[in-house]
T-cell receptor, first 110, second 113 residues
Framework: EDKVVQSPLSLVVHEGDTVTLNCSYE??????LLWYKQEKKAPTFLFML????IEKKSGRLSSILDKKELFSILNITATQTGDSAVYLC??????????FGTGTRLQVFP | NAGVTQTPKFQVLKTGQSMTLQCAQD?????MYWYRQDPGMGLRLIYY???????DKGEVPNGYNVSRLNKREFSLRLESAAPSQTSVYFC????????????FGPGTRLTVT
């Protein structure tokens, strides 16, 4: 059965800290891994990764994929209170469907 | 360009009542999806439609039906609501099988008493 596991379940940090969020997966015929940020409402897209070892970067956020070890990490440097959210990892395989993890809740305090 | 829109935003139903959640996208996407999100459970796929005229079951289809009315619209129907269907429902769309970037609507918070 396809599955996506995220860790930790939650994280509490202070502004300025660096955090690493983990996502491991078992999916038939992997095609892509996506990261989303969910604040109070709908998830918003952050990154899509399809190739191992190529870092995607957007400002203070970066992500990398390891297709051999079947995991990805999302790094956030110099965290701000606006980074507080649930971060979702999702993996696409053989079909149009994405399999979502349960998310990591990040709280950043001033 | 509104992206993905959903109506209603909130709804309270009594057990046994029926209702339809509406979703529309203006991005000319082929694929559309309905998810439910419950605390600690992440997003779970209810039904999806890979293209106009086709629908398929996802992970949790029981108690729901869908209609892909045209390329833009994808509705979710609860024929006889149950308290276990209390959840936040999200509609999403994506352009094709090649791209898995899904765009989400704002969600519908449904409570069944």
């Amino acid at each position: 059965e396809d599955k996506v596991v995220q860790s930790p379940l939650s994280l509490v940090v202070h502004e300025g800290d660096t955090v690493t969020l983990n996502c491991s997966y078992e999916v038939t015929n992997f095609r892509s891994l996506l990261w989303y940020k969910q604040e109070k409402k709908a998830p918003t897209f952050l990154f899509m990764l399809t190739s191992s070892g190529i870092e995607k970067k957007s400002g203070r956020l970066s992500s990398i994929l390891d297709k051999k070890e079947l995991f990805s990490i999302l790094n956030i440097t110099a965290t701000q209170t606006g980074d507080s959210a649930v971060y979702l990892c999702a993996v696409g395989g053989d079909t149009d469907k994405l399999i979502f993890g349960t998310g990591t809740r990040l709280q950043v305090f001033p | 360009n509104a992206g993905v829109t959903q109506t209603p935003k909130f709804q309270v139903l009594k057990t046994g009542q029926s209702m339809t959640l509406q979703c529309a996208q203006d991005m000319n996407h082929n694929s559309m999806y309905w998810y439910r999100q419950d605390p600690g459970m992440g997003l779970r796929l209810i039904y999806y439609s890979a293209s106009e005229g086709t629908t398929d079951k996802g992970e949790v289809p029981n108690g729901y039906n869908v209609s892909r009315l045209n390329k833009r619209e994808f509705s979710l129907r609860l024929e006889s609501a149950a308290p276990s269907q209390t959840s936040v429902y999200f509609c999403a769309s994506s352009s094709s099988r090649v791209s898995y970037e899904q765009y989400f609507g704002p969600g519908t918070r449904l409570t069944v008493t």
